[in-house]
C-alpha cells in the first residue's frame, strides 16, 4: 500500500481570497482564513502527493529544513477540523 | 509611517459583506406555517431579472462576499439560476442552493452540478395543508429520500435541516431516524424562529418546556450512537434560552440579503421592520447600499443600543439581540430583545412560554400561501 496522500475534503473549497489577502477554506457555513504557512501546507495537499514529499517541497520553496514536525503537526490539526481526508490508494 | 502610505478611505473603510444570500423568488409550492417570509409577501413587486441579479452578484464579489445562497420561496421555480450559479462560481464564491427539493429533476441537478454548485441544502420539512404532521406525510418523505439520492449520486454530500414545533417535535425520533436512512451527514434541527408567518402561528407552534427538554434528550441519544457518521445540530430556540443572539452576527457586518422584488437587507426578515426605508438594487449599486445606505447604519455597531444594553457589559457579543424579534413584541426596533432576561419587556416572553403550558387549547395553523398573505395584509 501507498503513503497516505492528504487531499482536501470535497466539502471545503480551497482558494485565494483577494480581499482578504490570504488563502482561505470555503465551506457551507463559512470561510476560515489561513495564515500564510497554513496555506502553503494545504496548497500541496492535492491527494498525489506524500507528507514527506509535502514537507520536501515545502523545503526547497522556502529554502528551509526541518519543517517536518511543524508540517505533521498542521496536519493533524487540519485533520481534525475535516479540512483534509486521506488518498491511501 | 508606513500606515501613511494607505489612503485614509481604505483604512476607515469597513470590510464588504461575506455572504450574499439571494431570496430569487416568494413563490412557493408548499405552505410551511413556520415559513420566515414575510406574511405580506403577496403584496412584493416584481421580481428582478436575471441581468438585475447579475449585477447584484459581480458587486458583492467585487466587496469581498465569498458565498453565495440562493433560497427563496422555492429558488427552482426560477430557471436561471443555473445562471446566477454560473456566474457567482466563476467569480470565486462557493455556492449554495438552500431548497425543499420540490422540482429537483435528474437534468435540473446536473446543469446545476455544470454550472459549478458547490453545495446543497435540502430543507426537510413539510407542514402542508394536507397533513401537518411530518411523519404521517409518506409523499414528503419518498420525494426528500428520491431528492437525497440524486444529489448523492452526483456528489454532494447530505445536508439536512428540519425546524422543529410543537406539532412535530414529538416525532423527533423518527426524523433522526429517517435522516440515517436517507444517508444524511449532517442534520441541523432549528427550532422555530418566530419571524413572519412562525410569528403569526407561534401558539400553534411552540413547543412546551417538556417537550423541548425531550427533543434535546434524543438528539443526546442519537449523537452518542452516531458519532461522525452523521453530525447533528441541534438550535436552541430564542424564547427558551433565554440569551438573546447576535443576530447576523451583527448588523451590516457580514451578512447582504436580496429579496425577490430587490430589497437589500441585512437580515433575511427585516423587511418588516417599520420606519426604515429599503434601498433597491434597482436604484443603488451594492457598495453604496453597504458603505453608506442609512439602513445598513441604522443599527450597525452599539451605539444605537438602549440604556438596558449601554450599560450591560455583554453588548459587544451580541448587540441587543434581534431587531425584528425585538420589534415583534413590542412595537419598537430598537428596543432590547426581550428574550433578554435585563429586558424591561421580558414577562412577554414569559406569557408565551406560559401560554404554551396551557392544557386543551388548539390553535389554528394558518399557512402560508398568497392567498392568506392578501387577506392578511387587508385592513378589514
Ligand atoms: S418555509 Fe416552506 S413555505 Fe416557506 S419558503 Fe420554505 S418551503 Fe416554502
Ligand atoms: S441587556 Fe442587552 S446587551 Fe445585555 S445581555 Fe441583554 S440584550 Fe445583551
Known sequence: MNPARPAINRLFRFQWEPAQQAHVLLYPEGMVKLNQSAGEILKRCDGARTVSQIVADLEAAFNASGLAPEVEAFLEMADAQNWITWNTD | MDTLLVPPDAMQRRPGPLWLLAEV?????????????????????????????????????????????????????????????????????????????????EARLAALKDAGLDHIQLSFQ?????????????????????????????GYPTVINC???????????????????????????????????????????????AQLAEAEAVTERWKARLGKKMRILFVTPDYQS??????????????????????????HTARMLPGLEFPNVRDHGIDWIWHDSPLF??????????????????????HG???????????????????????????????ALAEAEKPGTVHPLVFRDPKNSTRLARPF
Open chain 2, 25 to 105: 423568488t416568494y413563490r412557493c409550492p408548499l405552505h410551511c406555517a413556520f415559513c420566515y417570509n414575510p406574511v405580506d409577501f403577496a403584496q412584493a413587486g416584481p421580481e428582478l431579472s436575471t441581468d438585475d441579479w447579475l449585477k447584484v452578484i459581480r458587486e458583492a464579489r467585487a466587496l469581498g462576499a465569498a458565498q453565495f445562497g440562493i433560497s427563496g420561496g422555492e429558488p427552482l421555480l426560477r430557471d436561471d439560476i443555473e445562471i446566477l450559479v454560473r456566474e457567482a462560481r466563476g467569480l470565486g464564491f462557493y455556492t449554495n442552493l438552500i431548497t425543499s427539493g420540490v422540482g429537483l429533476t
Open chain 2, 126 to 154: 413539510d407542514a402542508t395543508r394536507e397533513a401537518n404532521d411530518l411523519i404521517t406525510n409518506t409523499r414528503t418523505f419518498d420525494l426528500k429520500r428520491k431528492v437525497a439520492a440524486m444529489t448523492k449520486a452526483a
Open chain 2, 163 to 209: 425546524v422543529l414545533h410543537r406539532t412535530n417535535i414529538d416525532h423527533l425520533d423518527r426524523i433522526i431516524e429517517m435522516a440515517v436512512e436517507i444517508g444524511a451527514e449532517y442534520l441541523e434541527l432549528a427550532n422555530t424562529q418566530y419571524h413572519g408567518w412562525a410569528f403569526l402561528n407561534r401558539e400553534a407552534l411552540m413547543p412546551t418546556a
Open chain 2, 242 to 267: 433565554k440569551k438573546p443572539k447576535k443576530c447576523m452576527n451583527g448588523w451590516g457586518e457580514v451578512f447582504l440579503s436580496v429579496t425577490p422584488d430587490g430589497l437589500a437587507l441585512p437580515c
Open chain 2, 297 to 318: 447604519n441604522r443599527f450597525r455597531g452599539t451605539a444605537w443600543l438602549p440604556e438596558t444594553c449601554q450599560s450591560c457589559e455583554d453588548k459587544d457579543k451580541d
Open chain 2, 321 to 351: 439581540g434581534c431587531r425584528c424579534q425585538a420589534f415583534m413584541l413590542t412595537g419598537d426596533p430598537s428596543a432590547t430583545d426581550p428574550v433578554c432576561p435585563k429586558s424591561p419587556d421580558h414577562g412577554l416572553i414569559d406569557a
